[in-house]
T-cell receptor, first 114, second 113 residues
Framework: DGGITQSPKYLFRKEGQNVTLSCEQN?????MYWYRQDPGQGLRLIYY???????QKGDIAEGYSVSREKKESFPLTVTSAQKNPTAFYLC?????????????FGPGTRLTVL | SQQGEEDPQALSIQEGENATMNCSYK?????LQWYRQNSGRGLVHLIL?????REKHSGRLRVTLDTSKKSSSLLITASRAADTASYFC?????????????FGQGTTLQVKP
């Protein structure tokens, strides 16, 4: 099956801990994105990557870090510097040629700080 | 930064009725996209309309775009209970092909059987 997978589905973090959210795609897409969604809100862009070994900050990058060592993978680390990390995190990928230039989303990871 | 504002925030209709959601944005766009999100799930792409297009159809969906008013509407005809979800508009405003999207806050649609 082609698509995007995110793991885990639910994640609990103690204050002061770093946690890493996984995002994998087998769509052969170059671009990948991480979004944060708070209850009743739209999505806000955390980081994005257009190509392997390159990534850019989005609107709310503080307290987060990413890597893009492989085309298929774009993990997001929520660091202890992120003061309010409880949220729903969504990963997406995008093809570069019409009509595949829309974003395809994974099922999300719900992170809760205990 | 929120580019899109959606109206209404919530909409409740009976099965078989039409549902209309509106999206307004502030800056010029390359394209505008509509996504659906079922509760607790990822987003599903519905339709993309480019800045030089005025109307697009996909099944029971009809999207219009008025770039002079910086607004778009999504019409779902003959709604079904399965259409119950949140609907988001997203604008691609980038000058380079980053594909970065700015999402609105969404319209929550409830279709009663």
């Amino acid at each position: 099956d082609g698509g995007i997978t995110q793991s885990p589905k639910y994640l609990f973090r103690k204050e002061g801990q770093n946690v890493t959210l996984s995002c994998e795609q087998n769509l052969n897409h170059d671009a990948m994105y991480w979004y944060r969604q708070d209850p009743g809100q739209g999505l806000r862009l955390i980081y994005y990557s257009q190509i392997v070994n390159d990534f850019q900050k989005g609107d709310i990058a503080e307290g987060y870090s990413v890597s893009r060592e492989k085309k298929e993978s774009f993990p997001l680390t929520v660091t202890s510097a992120q003061k309010n990390p409880t949220a729903f995190y969504l990963c997406a990928s995008r093809g570069s040629i019409w009509p595949t230039d829309t974003q395809y989303f994974g099922p999300g990871t719900r992170l809760t700080v205990l | 930064s929120q580019q899109g504002e959606e109206d209404p925030q919530a909409l409740s209709i009976q099965e078989g009725e039409n549902a209309t959601m509106n999206c307004s944005y502030k800056t010029s766009i390359n394209n505008l996209q509509w996504y659906r999100q079922n509760s607790g799930r990822g987003l599903v792409h519905l339709i993309l309309i480019r800045s030089n297009e005025r109307e697009k159809h996909s099944g029971r969906l009809r999207v219009t775009l008025d770039t002079s008013k910086k607004s778009s509407s999504l019409l779902i005809t003959a709604s079904r209970a399965a259409d119950t979800a949140s609907y988001f508009c997203a604008t691609d405003t980038g000058s380079s092909n980053t594909g970065k999207l700015i999402f609105g806050q969404g319209t929550t649609l409830q279709v009663k059987p």
